[in-house]
């Protein structure tokens, strides 16, 4: 374990997004004395209410931008966290057949370097140790998360890059980055099978058969956990910033349904994936995401030296020297 003084950065796309993925590992860190800085690409401005007992109510409607605001900062609070926003406009979730066209002015459809640029600024700002991002599809198809993703990834390589982005400070190597994949089907079965296995009824039975249909044909590479950290301690501190996200989680809805004792007990982890590092990672399943980074920093521009699943093959190859890569071959899961 490691104590004090080292900065982790996470990268989502909406206000809610960092409450339900990886909020905890975030808490701890926090309360070990690291800094941990959030940073959300939207304002979240086209997201509808979901939680049913603030729907329809004219004042909610019609000031959601200014309550998410105060429902990230509720959030952060109960984190232990800082928090700073990108400034770009949420590009909502396209949906019917065919899809409508983005908005005119959202986020997947600002210029690469605009959006890049934006986000290096913020990692030479706060120079994290290790960053925390989607995976390649975006964790959930939305626009905005493919698009964190891509700009997380190549605001990674470029923020080591002396030459891009000058006026946006001084270059800053992050050590590693990782993909959240702490809302992974693996949580939702362990907590199933428990209820299961106690005779209790269990309220995932549905999304089980879902999930291991869509596993059935799914076509893409098979995800791994490289890193699994102890968080069962600060599931009520992740708790606490869902419900803060009040216009957005129903607090009697999926996020809650999982009784929390046995969650503690057969899922106390949150996972993570190895994307690219400039230290070596260990072979073994790591138990720290600041395991074996240099606490004074690497020197400029520090090669990468580890590539995870995402970047091994030829794919990868090219995608890993890259400053950015398209989505459109990739399928959601
Ligand atoms: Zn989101």
């Not at 982790?8 to 926090?30: F, I, N, Q, T, W």
């Not at 926003?85 to 057949?97: A, I, N, Q």
């Not at 362990?190 to 044909?217: C, I, M, Q, Y």
């Not at 993570?272 to 073994?284: K, Q, Y």
């Amino acid at each position: 374990m490691t104590t004090g003084h080292l900065r982790l950065m996470a990268v989502h796309a909406h206000p809610d997004d960092e409450a339900s993925k990886g909020a905890a590992m975030m808490a701890r860190y926090a309360a070990e004395g690291h800094r941990v800085l959030v940073v959300t690409a939207t304002g979240g401005e086209r997201g509808d209410v979901l939680n049913p007992k603030l729907k329809g109510i004219d004042s909610v409607e019609a000031n959601l931008s200014e309550l998410r605001k105060d429902e990230m900062a509720a959030a952060a609070e109960a984190l232990g966290i800082e928090h700073v926003w990108l400034g770009f406009v949420d590009s909502g979730l396209p949906e019917g057949d065919p899809l409508p066209p983005l908005p005119v002015g959202s986020f997947a459809l600002e210029p690469e370097d605009v959006v890049v640029g934006a986000l290096v600024k913020q990692i030479r700002l706060f120079r994290p140790h290790v960053m925390t991002c989607y995976d390649e599809n975006g964790g959930y198809p939305h626009p905005d998360h493919i698009r964190s993703h891509e700009i997380a990834i190549a605001a990674f390589l470029a923020a080591a890059d002396p030459a891009r982005f000058p006026e946006a400070g001084p270059a800053w190597s992050v050590q590693k980055i990782y993909y959240d994949v702490s809302f992974s089907g693996g949580r939702i079965r362990a907590v199933h099978d428990a209820l299961v296995e106690r005779g209790l009824e269990s309220p995932f039975g549905d999304w089980v058969k879902a999930r291991t249909e869509r596993e059935e044909t799914w076509t893409g590479r098979p995800r791994r956990a490289t890193a699994r950290v102890q968080v069962a301690e600060h599931f009520p501190q992740r708790d606490a910033a869902l419900r803060a996200h009040a216009t957005q989680i129903d607090p009697d809805g999926f996020f809650f349904a999982a009784p929390r004792e046995l969650e503690a007990e057969v899922w106390p982890v949150e996972e993570f994936e190895i994307a690219l590092a400039r230290v070596e990672i260990a072979d073994a399943v790591e138990d720290d995401l600041f395991a074996g980074v240099v606490a004074d920093g690497l020197p400029g521009n520090a090669p990468i030296v580890h590539r995870g699943a995402d970047f091994a093959g030829e794919a990868g190859e090219s995608r890993a020297v890259g400053t950015g890569h398209g989505s459109s071959d990739r399928v959601p899961r």
